[in-house]
C-alpha cells in the first residue's frame, strides 16, 4: 500500500504512488481526460458538472491501490513520489521537488 505524505497542494495527508502504481494510474488519467472532453462535447455541461456526474477510472484505481478515495483525477497528477524530493530527514515530509535545497515545511537544509 501506498504510503502517506502531507501533499503541500491539498494540504492534507495523501498516499503518494510509487512509480510502478503511478504506470498503472497515469494511462487511465489520459483516458479520463477524453471522457470529460467527450460527456461535455455530447451533453453540453460545464466542467464543474461534468466533474461532479462523471466517475472516473484513475480514481478508481487510485482508491484500490491505496484505500483512499480521491474524486478529482486532476491531483493525481501530484500524487505520486517521483514528483518529489525526498523525505526531509528532520520533519519527515517530502521536499517539494526533486531539487529543492531545503525543506519548505521546517526550513531544514537537504543534507
Not at 4 to 26: A, F, G, K
Not at 28 to 44: M, T, V
Not at 51 to 63: G, H
Request: proline share 5%; glycine share 6%.
Amino acid at each position: 500500500m501506498a504510503k502517506t505524505y502531507h501533499c503541500w497542494r491539498c494540504d492534507i495527508p495523501i498516499p503518494m504512488l510509487t512509480d510502478e502504481e503511478w504506470d498503472v494510474v497515469r494511462p487511465l488519467l489520459r483516458i479520463d481526460i477524453e471522457y470529460i472532453k467527450s460527456y461535455r462535447e455530447q451533453s453540453g455541461v460545464g466542467l464543474r458538472e461534468a466533474m461532479d456526474t462523471l466517475r472516473f477510472k484513475a480514481c478508481e484505481k487510485y482508491f484500490e491501490l491505496t484505500g483512499f478515495k480521491e474524486t478529482n483525477p486532476n491531483a493525481l497528477w501530484h500524487h505520486y513520489l517521483s514528483h518529489y524530493g525526498p523525505e526531509c530527514s528532520s520533519c519527515g515530509h517530502l521536499l517539494r521537488t526533486t531539487e529543492a535545497v531545503y525543506c519548505a515545511n521546517c526550513g531544514k537544509e537537504k543534507s
